[in-house]
């Protein structure tokens, strides 16, 4: 069992930055891929990175590639989304993901999921 637990968003202008973390309970979280996923009020779910249980791939949708970047840190069980030259098209809560893999995590097979984080920006 993987509890998911976010923090990190709020109110930013167009053009600012945001770092999202994702706190996860219980002892398997190594051997989870983790990832991030957005839904704005209307819209579809939407994948945005996600990151093997080693740390060693990353993949990330094309609207935020070059502008996000997604990491973990194992020891401290916490994932990271680092956000810069935020757009207002990038507002929408924001989900921390676990699942078997990478491919599962853009597939939306998750296994896991936090309660989300609102990331507003505004224009």
């Known amino acids: 069992q993987v509890q998911l637990v976010e923090s990190g968003g709020g109110l930013v202008q167009a053009g600012g930055s945001l770092r999202l973390s994702c706190a996860a309970s219980g002892r398997t979280f190594s051997s989870y891929a983790m990832g991030w996923f957005r839904q704005a009020p209307g819209k579809e779910r939407e994948f945005v990175a996600a990151?093997?249980?080693?740390?060693?791939?990353?993949y990330y949708a094309d609207s935020v590639k070059g502008r996000f970047t997604i990491s973990r840190d194992n020891a401290k069980n916490t994932v990271y989304l680092q956000m810069n030259s935020l757009k207002p098209e990038d507002t929408g809560v924001y989900y921390c993901?676990?699942?078997?893999?990478?491919?599962?995590?853009?597939?939306?097979?998750?296994?896991?999921w936090g309660q989300g984080t609102q990331v507003t920006v505004s224009s």
């Open positions: 990151i093997s249980w080693s740390g060693g791939s990353t």
């Open positions: 993901t676990a699942a078997a893999n990478t491919r599962r995590v853009r597939d939306g097979l998750y296994d896991y």
